[in-house]
């Protein structure tokens, strides 16, 4: 039997893995410059931080997490999102003593046992931020702005932000009754995933992909008219102040969510290019949740992206880097300098290339053109005595003879 990666994970190499690196990379830069720094948590937690955090009534809790009895009999889970573990480690050390406001980033691995298709795996990656111990209106525009900024230097186009308010509980308890008024004389039409949602968990009806429900529930009433005063109000300069940082973004009164901790602000980017599977980054506001984990009243926001559904519009702009120079050893005298050539020039950082075993210049020229470098280091013996190299530039086919430190120079610019 041949022995292949699990169902619904997969490996990432090649351009694939330049690609993945890229994106982390742009995220760092751009989620440093507002002030974020990189937290790494652990791969699994106790589950109950999961069952607590994300909602028992969630499909992500009931359905989709991989939960295992360790060989101590600790029933742990391997995280399917990161704002749980770090709301978990936010608390357990205490950092609200030491500061008033911490933004954090994160990418790594989270797991859901969800049917595998285009943009779905059940191992993927995500890349995050979380910001905790802000209720500012502004920091909701900040996060939405920045993931979207963050989209936008990536090079991908035609991205829609949609936000809506999901209100604080008092709203969603007041919304939920509504909503469940308007859905009883139908309820029995919804489709069979919707007809549990009505009664465990009814907002979920709101943003059921399925046509039959999305018409049922076109003229149900909106959330938003159930806010508060306040809820409206920061809801108002939160779309104030995506004005300031020129995001467009359209309002969806159905984006309620899939996890239980948010309130008021939420948020997706979505494309139409990757078909069901759409929405690249999501996030809201979660107020709740550090008093659901820890009994603290911190409020905070964040959103995730997904990187296997970014590198999947990144298309094929981004490469695995070609060797900048080839260097072609003639004769067996010659093959330790040759080797000691390379190690200088990989001492500036340039992408070397040799052979181990010996060849003719007309076999090295072909393997060069193969591998598309432009560069070629020739060493013979007389470069070798001479303490030199001949550096040629293949496309244009001039050559020169230089010292190995002012090639190191010449091709580091
Ligand atoms: P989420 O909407 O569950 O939110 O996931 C965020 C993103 O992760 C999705 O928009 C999608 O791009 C990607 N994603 C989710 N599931 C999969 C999958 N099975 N395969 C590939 N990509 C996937 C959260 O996880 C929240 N923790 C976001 C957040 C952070 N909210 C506040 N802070």
């Not at 590198?311 to 072609?328: C, Q, R, S």
């Not at 003719?360 to 020229?365: G, V, Y």
Request: glycine share 8%; charged share 30%; aromatic share 10%.
């Amino acid at each position: 039997m041949k022995l292949k990666a699990v169902r619904g994970t997969k490996d990432i190499f090649g351009d694939d893995a330049v690609k993945y690196d890229y994106i982390v990379e742009t995220a760092k830069k751009i989620f440093t410059s507002y002030g974020y720094s990189r937290i790494i948590t652990p791969i699994f937690e106790e589950t109950s931080l999961f069952k607590r955090g994300i909602g028992e009534g969630t499909d992500i809790v009931e359905k989709e997490m991989y939960t295992f009895l360790d060989k101590g009999e600790r029933s742990v889970t391997l995280r399917p999102e990161g704002t749980a573990s770090i709301v978990r480690s936010y608390l357990e050390h205490k950092v609200y003593g030491k500061e008033d406001s911490t933004k954090y980033f994160y990418h790594g691995p989270m797991f859901r046992y969800e049917r595998p298709q285009a943009g779905r795996y059940r191992e993927f990656n995500q890349i995050g931020v979380e910001a905790i111990g802000g209720n500012s209106p502004i920091l909701d525009a900040e996060t939405i702005s920045m993931g979207y900024k963050l989209l936008e230097a990536l090079g991908l186009e035609e991205l829609e932000v949609q936000i809506n308010s999901v209100g604080g509980n008092a709203s969603r308890v007041k919304y939920r009754q509504k909503l469940v008024d308007f859905l009883s004389d139908k309820k029995d039409v919804l489709c069979e995933d919707c007809k549990t949602r009505y009664y465990k968990n009814p907002l979920r009806v709101l943003d059921c992909k399925n046509q039959n429900c999305q018409d049922i529930t076109k003229d149900a009433p909106n959330l938003v008219d159930s806010l508060s005063i306040e809820e409206n109000e920061h809801y108002s300069e939160v779309k104030k102040y995506l004005e300031v940082f020129g995001v467009n973004y359209s309002e969806n009164p159905r984006l309620v969510r899939g996890l239980d901790y948010y309130s008021n602000t939420v948020f997706e980017i979505v494309t139409n290019k990757l078909g069901a599977q759409g929405t690249v980054l999501a996030g809201g506001r979660y107020d709740g949740l550090l008093k659901t984990i820890g009994d603290k009243d911190i409020p905070a926001v964040g959103f995730a992206a997904g990187i296997e559904r970014i590198m999947l519009l990144l298309g094929d702009n981004v490469k695995k880097e070609t060797p900048k120079v080839y260097i072609a050893w003639l004769g067996d005298e010659v093959k330790e300098y040759a080797f000691k050539v390379a190690e200088t020039l990989r001492k500036s950082y340039i992408n070397s290339y040799i052979e181990f075993d010996e060849k003719s210049m007309r076999a090295h020229m072909k393997k060069a053109d193969k591998l598309g470098i432009n560069f070629a280091v020739i060493i013979g013996t007389e470069e070798m005595e001479s303490g030199k190299v001949l550096l040629k530039n293949l496309a244009e086919r001039e050559q020169e003879s230089l010292g190995v430190e002012e090639v190191a120079e010449k091709l580091s610019k």
